[in-house]
């Protein structure tokens, strides 16, 4: 018969162990037999035992930190808009003594990167959540933290080659991009030979930086099935000089026609836009990601005719709130993988997003 208030105690007599072992099995700590632990569970839920973690944690004097790894950002860019989750989980975690500290890096310097990952591994955080713009770089992170003993989430953008992280929050990026080839040429037929214009942005000197990679891939995969005849002309821009952006822009779409299609694969479009606009050019076939203000305006005048979105707030939120209940209570997300939806909006639904 249950009691109505069970202690540890309780547990330790009625599975045959100590104290100890019983603290051990509800906190994942040190080697305990298989037959041990479902002894103890069993009496766990036969006493319908519940653990105060508060105490617990209290008596212990148990604190933890967890790195937030993420690229500097100005306010109204795409990582503000992420890191505002980060914000609006510090309160969960910190009724549980966990602290956020953030380990902010320049996504145009891949030695900026690997300097704060390991800043963290120093600093013996308990956990980090990494937002990554150089993939490769982070395959080397990711072993030095699995080495060091440190539970990681990677955020936003899946990292091929990775595969001891605790979980993933973010788009499915491979399909974000067969959708968008989707979403871009649904008013073009199979036989069109109208060109895509791709504009990207110009990152690190040596080209490491390349968080688009995967996107990309699907993107040209779909184009490669359905569309072959398709010509994918390649912008390069520089997203810190609007000037010099402007006049790569002005040479390439020089004589650009209204069936031209127009796409990024980052959350950059309102660079685009702010050409289009600019130069008078509305109503062409302009296809970008993520729900900035800059790219709301866009999308309302015109300039930009879908947006695929994300609620990349709600991911990094998630993100710490898992860690958090990782390291409190040893429990694990259901799956790896936490892919979120792959929203369009127009002109005509944004407004309820």
Same mark, same amino acid.
């Given at each position: 018969?249950?009691?109505?208030?069970?202690?540890?105690?309780?547990?330790?007599?009625?599975?045959?162990?100590?104290?100890?072992?019983?603290?051990?099995?509800?906190?994942?700590?040190?080697?305990?037999?298989?037959?041990?632990?479902?002894?103890?569970?069993?009496?766990v839920?036969?006493?319908?035992?519940?653990?105060?973690?508060?105490?617990?944690?209290l008596?212990?004097?148990?604190?933890?930190?967890?790195?937030?790894?993420?690229?500097?950002?100005?306010?109204?860019?795409?990582?503000?808009?992420?890191?505002?989750?980060?914000?609006?989980?510090a309160? *969960?975690?910190?009724?549980?003594s966990?602290?956020?500290?953030?380990?902010?890096?320049?996504?145009?310097?891949?030695? +900026?990167?690997l300097?704060?990952?390991?800043?963290?591994?120093?600093?013996?955080?308990?956990?980090?959540?990494?937002?990554?713009?150089?993939?490769d770089?982070?395959?080397?992170v990711?072993?030095?933290?699995?080495?060091?003993?440190?539970? *990681?989430?990677?955020?936003?953008?899946?990292?091929?080659?990775?595969?001891?992280?605790?979980?993933?929050?973010?788009?499915?990026?491979?399909?974000?991009?067969?959708?968008?080839?989707?979403?871009?040429?649904?008013?073009? +037929?199979?036989?069109?030979?109208?060109?895509?214009?791709?504009?990207?942005?110009?990152?690190?000197?040596?080209?490491?930086?390349?968080?688009?990679?995967?996107?990309?891939?699907?993107?040209?995969d779909?184009?490669?099935?359905?569309?072959? #005849?398709?010509?994918?002309?390649?912008?390069?821009?520089?997203?810190?000089?609007?000037?010099?952006?402007?006049? !790569?822009?002005?040479?390439?779409?020089? #004589?650009?026609?209204?069936?031209?299609?127009?796409?990024?694969?980052?959350?950059?479009?309102?660079?685009?836009?702010?050409?289009?606009?600019?130069?008078?050019?509305?109503?062409?076939?302009?296809?970008?990601?993520?729900?900035?203000?800059?790219?709301?305006? !866009?999308?309302?005048?015109?300039?930009?005719?879908?947006?695929?979105?994300?609620?990349?707030?709600?991911?990094?939120?998630?993100?710490?709130?898992?860690?958090?209940?990782?390291?409190?209570?040893?429990?694990?997300?259901?799956?790896?993988?936490?892919?979120?939806?792959?929203?369009?909006l127009?002109?005509?639904?944004?407004?309820?997003?």
């Amino acid at each position: 018969m249950k009691r109505s208030k069970s202690t540890i105690s309780d547990v330790a007599e009625a599975a045959g162990v100590t104290i100890g072992t019983v603290d051990r099995v509800l906190h994942e700590r040190g080697e305990v037999s298989e037959k041990t632990k479902e002894k103890v569970l069993r009496a766990v839920r036969e006493l319908g035992y519940k653990a105060n973690v508060y105490a617990s944690m209290l008596a212990r004097n148990e604190s933890h930190r967890i790195a937030v790894i993420m690229p500097m950002y100005s306010a109204g860019e795409f990582w503000d808009l992420t890191h505002s989750g980060i914000s609006q989980s510090a309160d *969960y975690a910190g009724r549980f003594s966990v602290d956020i500290v953030d380990y902010l890096y320049d996504q145009y310097d891949v030695e +900026s990167f690997l300097s704060v990952c390991r800043e963290a591994i120093v600093d013996n955080c308990s956990a980090a959540v990494i937002a990554p713009m150089f993939l490769d770089a982070t395959c080397d992170v990711a072993r030095e933290m699995e080495k060091a003993g440190l539970p *990681y989430i990677i955020l936003n953008t899946s990292v091929g080659g990775v595969s001891g992280h605790l979980a993933y929050y973010g788009q499915p990026i491979y399909d974000s991009g067969v959708f968008c080839a989707d979403v871009l040429m649904s008013g073009s +037929s199979p036989e069109s030979l109208d060109d895509v214009y791709m504009v990207r942005i110009e990152r690190d000197t040596k080209g490491l930086s390349d968080p688009s990679k995967e996107r990309r891939r699907g993107f040209m995969d779909y184009l490669s099935v359905r569309f072959p #005849g398709t010509r994918v002309r390649d912008v390069v821009i520089n997203p810190k000089d609007p000037a010099e952006a402007h006049a !790569a822009m002005d040479v390439a779409f020089e #004589g650009i026609g209204k069936s031209a299609n127009i796409v990024t694969l980052n959350s950059r479009i309102y660079l685009v836009s702010d050409f289009l606009r600019e130069r008078g050019l509305d109503g062409l076939n302009v296809v970008g990601f993520d729900v900035l203000e800059k790219n709301i305006s !866009a999308l309302r005048d015109g300039y930009v005719k879908y947006l695929i979105a994300q609620h990349s707030d709600r991911e990094a939120m998630a993100s710490v709130i898992t860690l958090t209940d990782y390291l409190v209570f040893g429990k694990r997300p259901r799956c790896q993988d936490n892919f979120s939806s792959i929203d369009l909006l127009s002109r005509y639904n944004y407004r309820f997003y």
